[in-house]
């Protein structure tokens, strides 16, 4: 059962597997989504300062049933915080906004503010300000781990010839159809754990065909497909719902892809576009 599975950090704490992603959930809904997956079994909630929901995760989180122990949380500093006092007000505001003690993960949202996100400037000292804070935070016990976001090689090279706390995780875009297999392959070459937002391309996985045709085979979805070719790549996959259901049915991956059904898949024409989501920077394109 994935949800009861971990992958363990090079700091040696342990990670559940399997994330619920909250991006796009409110404050309030996120509650009731927590404590859903909760009971559901998840054990590993991932929110941001940017989804304004931290709040709700909290309360959620609180009234879910599970100790906190068993639960982990992540969080990320937002994009924009690129200053060591920032960055330090930044992580104990989300510490009070989530009410809690401590947080599991927290991670530098992006290496470039969202707004200049597709411009040159790297951003190199201000991702070695905001992470020297993180260093601090977590040498204080006051989060568990630390990590990136969106960072590519230029930008983990900046963090490792600096710091004194190795990065633990990357989160980045990863999906069927788009899977940046040298700085996946870069990432864990350091000891980073890759874990894959949006593994259903933001629900445009389920518009493919030759996609659905695959998950037909293994009498399986198109999420479950992709959720499962993400874990098979030893990535940590973090679907977003807010719905029990799909909760439920993203963590029955309990199959194997074949070796040949995972190449076709890795090697699949990218996605040109994300409906939607393509206002996003991430999901923008270069």
Same mark, same amino acid.
């Given at each position: 059962m994935i949800l009861e599975e971990k992958f363990t950090l090079s700091n040696g704490v342990e990670i559940p597997k399997l994330g619920l992603g909250t991006w796009f959930i409110?404050?309030? +809904?996120?509650?009731?989504?927590? /404590? +859903?997956? =909760?009971?559901? $079994?998840?054990?590993?909630?991932?929110?941001?300062?940017?989804?304004? #929901?931290?709040? $709700?995760?909290?309360?959620?989180?609180?009234?879910?049933?599970?100790?906190?122990?068993?639960?982990?949380?992540?969080?990320?500093?937002? %994009?924009?915080?690129?200053?060591?006092?920032? =960055?330090?007000?930044?992580i104990e505001?989300?510490?009070?906004?989530?009410?809690?003690?401590? !947080?599991?993960?927290? !991670? !530098?949202?992006?290496p470039k503010p969202w707004a200049k996100f597709?411009?040159? +400037?790297?951003?190199?000292? $201000? #991702?070695?300000?905001?992470?020297?804070?993180?260093?601090?935070?977590?040498? %204080?016990?006051?989060?568990? &781990? !630390?990590g990136l976001s969106n960072f590519e090689q230029a930008d983990i090279d900046n963090i490792l010839e600096s710091c004194s706390v190795k990065p633990m995780v990357n989160q980045i875009l990863t999906h069927i159809?788009?899977?940046?297999?040298?700085?996946?392959?870069?990432?864990? +070459?350091?000891g980073i754990l890759v874990e894959a937002y949006s593994p259903i391309g933001h629900g445009e996985l389920? /518009? #493919?065909?030759?996609?659905? &045709?695959? =998950?037909?085979?293994?009498?399986?979805?198109?999420?479950?497909? $992709?959720?499962?070719?993400?874990?098979?790549?030893?990535?940590?996959p973090i679907p977003k719902t807010a719905n029990s259901a799909h909760m439920k049915s993203n963590a029955e991956v309990d199959f194997v892809i074949s070796e040949?059904?995972?190449?076709f898949l890795k090697n699949m024409e990218q996605i040109e576009h994300y409906g939607e989501a393509s206002m996003f920077p991430v999901y923008a394109g270069k």
């Open positions: 409110s404050n309030e +809904d996120v509650v009731q989504a927590v /404590k +859903d997956a =909760a009971k559901t $079994g998840y054990r590993h909630i991932d929110t941001a300062q940017a989804y304004q #929901n931290e709040g $709700g995760v909290g309360e959620g989180i609180r009234a879910c049933g599970v100790s906190r122990e068993e639960m982990f949380v992540t969080s990320k500093l937002a %994009a924009e915080v690129k200053t060591y006092d920032e =960055a330090v007000a930044s505001q989300s510490l009070k906004t989530l009410g809690l003690d401590y !947080i599991d993960l927290m !991670i !530098i949202h992006s597709l411009e040159n +400037d790297p951003f190199f000292e $201000g #991702n070695r300000e905001a992470w020297r804070a993180l260093e601090e935070a977590y040498k %204080a016990g006051k989060l568990r &781990a !630390i159809s788009n899977t940046p297999k040298e700085l996946i392959q870069y990432t864990q +070459d350091k389920l /518009k #493919n065909q030759e996609i659905a &045709a695959v =998950a037909e085979k293994y009498s399986i979805s198109v999420p479950q497909l $992709g959720i499962r070719y993400c874990l098979q790549l030893d990535l940590l040949e059904d995972m190449e």
